[in-house]
């Protein structure tokens, strides 16, 4: 069975860091580029970071570039998610998601088709 | 990287068709035939409904159907359910960055 667990949110003060981690199993990790999207409380699905299959591309959203990293580790199976210079803003369900793959390489973006259950960063001084 | 529009409610007695409507632009909807659409019950991770405009994955009942034209995609819902009642969000890729997500749009059954 394809499943991510998402782990690492918590309560932050503002300016501060979070390690968000997402563990992957049942399919070739490497093989697919991988996403994380947030949800703020009340509000919609915001897409915030993608990378590919290699972790050679990298892709932020405006919000969060120069703050966020995104990385993953192929041997582990696992993608990560540093979060810097936390604002209150950023106070969300983080979900990491996987694409669909199906382009004929790791650097496609087209769908995604399997999300976990979120983490939840919350940043309130 | 502006969100894609969508109706904020659309509503529907069970047996009736909905459509959601998903409005971008050309550099994302109407640049590619990449739109996917998810649903999200309360509480719960969105669920991929809908790929490549108009596809189903497996196990997505054939009920749900979307298309596109121009800059605007949709997506329609037939026969309408009592546990279709949800969230329904559109997204498009983009180039670079590769996603955008819509507004997000509730539907409910009357």
């Known amino acids: 069975e394809v499943q991510l667990l998402e782990s690492g949110g918590g309560l932050v003060q503002p300016g501060g860091s979070l390690r968000l981690s997402c563990a992957a199993s049942?399919?070739?990790?490497?093989?697919?580029?991988m996403s994380w999207v947030r949800q703020a409380p009340g509000r919609g699905l915001d897409w915030v970071s993608s990378?590919?299959?290699?972790?050679?591309?990298?892709y932020y959203a405006d919000s969060v570039k120069g703050r966020f990293t995104v990385s993953r580790d192929n041997s582990r199976n696992t993608l990560y998610l540093q979060l810097n210079s936390l604002r209150a803003e950023d106070t969300a369900l983080y979900y990491c998601?996987?694409?669909?793959?199906?382009?004929?390489?790791?650097?496609?973006?087209?769908?995604?088709?399997?999300w976990g259950q979120g983490t939840t960063v919350t940043v309130s001084s | 990287q502006s969100a894609l529009t969508q109706p904020r409610s659309v509503s529907g007695s069970p047996g009736q068709s909905v459509t959601i409507s998903c409005t971008g632009s050309?550099?994302?909807?109407?640049?590619?035939?990449?739109v996917s659409w998810y649903q999200q019950h309360p509480g719960k991770a969105p669920k991929l409904m809908i790929y490549?405009?108009?596809k189903r994955p497996s196990g997505v009942p054939d009920r749900f159907s979307g298309s596109k034209s121009g800059n605007t995609a949709s997506l329609t819902i037939s026969g309408l359910q009592a546990e279709d009642e949800a969230d329904y969000y559109c997204?498009?890729?983009?180039?670079?960055?590769?996603?955008?997500f819509g507004t997000g749009t509730k539907v409910t059954v009357l």
């Open positions: 998601a996987k694409d669909k793959g199906g382009c004929g390489s790791t650097n496609c973006y087209y769908g995604l088709d399997v």
């Open positions: 049942g399919f070739t990790f490497s093989g697919y580029a």
């Open positions: 990378i590919s299959g290699s972790g050679t591309s990298t």
């Open positions: 050309s550099s994302d909807v109407g640049g590619y035939n990449y």
């Open positions: 490549d405009v108009s």
């Open positions: 997204c498009s890729y983009a180039g670079s960055p590769p996603y955008v």
